[in-house]
């Protein structure tokens, strides 16, 4: 089983509509977890991140974590063609005492007027 | 601020040439990470320093990549003898690793290219 899963797309949802982006992984060990918005040709940019189980919520982004079922998740409120992007999940693994963000491969989203 | 800068930004090399890959990460942050990304891929791991330790360098694909950080700042990132299959984007990205903060800054990357 891969470190991380990650469905990919693309994802096209119309403007205005909620988007929603799932992630399991496979460390049990994992306490933090990263969602990263790529544009094409761009590096990955911070969106979100999370500790603990339950809802986050920062703006139009919600990230969702159930940490018994290793599954997180990102909702995307209100959705606009700017958001059209690759998100990236990483959960980091442990190495070493320190940990690793491990990156899937992403699932690409895209927002149509 | 500055972020994370890298250079080249791209780079075009002949199979079989070294190349050597420049990361400046963020003034001050301990940890410096370089992963490779092929087209359609997310990143992948290559190598992790705190400060000058290389304390993972698991992900590097052959002995022919060697990465050093030897002032625990600036870091390069060097191919010997590369092959097409190296051709990529290289990202770096560095952390302040602090209070458990694994949060990422990311350069730009440089995109290698070989003939």
């Known amino acids: 089983q891969k470190e991380v899963e990650q469905n990919s797309g693309p994802l096209s949802v119309p403007e205005g509509a909620i988007a929603s982006l799932n992630c399991t992984y496979s460390d049990r060990v994992s306490q933090s977890f990263f969602w990263y918005r790529q544009y094409s040709g761009k590096s990955p940019e911070l969106i979100m991140s999370i500790y603990s189980n339950g809802d986050k919520e920062d703006g139009r982004f919600t990230a969702q974590l159930n940490k018994a079922s290793q599954y997180v998740s990102l909702l995307i409120r209100d959705s606009q063609p700017s958001d059209s992007a690759t998100y990236l999940c990483?959960?980091?693994?442990?190495?070493?005492?320190?940990?690793?963000?491990?990156f899937g491969r992403g699932t690409s989203l895209i927002v149509h007027p | 601020g500055a972020g994370v800068s890298q250079s080249p930004r791209y780079k075009v090399a002949k199979r079989g040439q070294d190349v050597a890959l420049r990361c400046d990460p963020i003034s001050g942050h301990v940890s410096l990470f370089w992963y490779q990304q092929a087209l359609g891929q997310g990143p992948e791991f290559l190598t992790y320093?705190?400060?000058?330790?290389?304390?993972?360098k698991s992900g590097l694909p052959s002995d022919r990549f060697f990465a050093e950080r030897p002032e625990g700042s600036v870091s390069t990132l060097k191919i010997q003898r590369t092959q097409q299959e190296d051709s990529a984007v290289y990202l770096c990205?560095?952390?302040?690793?602090?209070?458990?903060?694994?949060?990422?800054?990311f350069g730009p990357g440089t995109r290698l290219t070989v003939t």
């Open positions: 990483a959960p980091p693994r442990g190495t070493g005492g320190s940990y690793i963000p491990t």
């Open positions: 320093f705190q400060n000058e330790a290389q304390l993972d």
């Open positions: 990205a560095s952390s302040p690793m602090t209070s458990g903060s694994y949060e990422q800054c």
